[in-house]
């Protein structure tokens, strides 16, 4: 079936560490984009990408990082340098300029 | 610069009865798109429906209708004949169709369906 997946479903984090979640779509959408949710909260920006090696910062991409080598992948890194990393990331894709973004079962990070 | 408007952070609505979810946009473009989104306690974002700024007609999907009030700069989500399975938090978005690359999310409505 055609979706986006992402990896893993609960990451836990040692402060100073860098981690990497994984957003990959089968959809082959062009556009992908990192959303961040904190409790109670709506979804705020982080990054997103148009085409392949191209992507542009969001509202919050501080303590962020991404890249987009295939059309199929755009990996988030949560760095060492975002002071409050824990919350829940979802990552979605888009087809057309007028349709829906889908979005992948999210993943829930911790700091510990 | 976009913005969406949620003023109810809660709702309760009987099971069986219609309920509707306010959302407000402001917007200097003349070209958007407004979406409403489902998110159950599993934390997936499910789309609902979409409404082009210029649809003439109010959108439905299933027991979904959007309240398009264009001047007003509304678009309501009315849910029919609520299930309890309803019970979840509900998002408006928007986003411009020709230049905007993001969608703009408002803070959430928390609908919660009693038996």
């Known amino acids: 079936d055609g979706g986006i997946t992402q990896s893993p479903k609960y990451l836990f984090r040692k402060e100073g560490q860098n981690v990497t979640l994984s957003c990959e779509q089968n959809?082959?959408?062009?556009?992908m984009y990192w959303y961040r949710q904190d409790p109670g909260q709506g979804l705020r920006l982080i990054y997103y990408?148009?085409?392949?090696?191209?992507?542009q910062k969001g509202d919050i991409a501080e303590g962020y990082s991404v890249s987009r080598e295939k059309k199929e992948s755009f990996p988030l890194t949560v760095t060492s340098a975002q002071k409050n990393p824990t919350a829940f990331y979802l990552c979605?894709?888009?087809?057309?300029?007028?349709?829906?973004?889908?979005f992948g079962q999210g993943t829930r990070l911790t700091v510990v | 610069a976009q913005k969406i408007t949620q003023t109810q952070p809660g709702m309760f609505v009987q099971e069986k009865e219609a309920v509707t979810l306010d959302c407000t946009y402001d917007?200097?473009?003349?070209?958007?798109?407004l979406f409403w989104y489902k998110q159950p306690s599993s934390g997936e974002m499910i789309f609902l429906i979409y409404?082009?700024?210029?649809?003439?007609q109010n959108a439905t999907e299933g027991r979904y209708s959007l309240n398009f009030q264009k001047a007003r700069k509304s678009a309501n989500l009315v849910i029919s004949a609520s299930q309890l399975g309803d019970s979840a938090m509900y998002f408006c978005?928007?986003?411009?169709?020709?230049?905007?690359?993001?969608?703009?999310f408002g803070p959430g409505t928390r609908l919660s369906v009693l038996p």
């Open positions: 979605a894709s888009r087809d057309r300029v007028d349709t829906e973004a889908f």
């Open positions: 959809l082959n959408h062009d556009a």
């Open positions: 990408s148009q085409i392949v090696n191209d992507f």
């Open positions: 917007t200097s473009d003349q070209s958007y798109g």
């Open positions: 409404q082009g700024s210029y649809d003439e």
């Open positions: 978005a928007m986003r411009d169709v020709f230049y905007g690359q993001n969608f703009v």
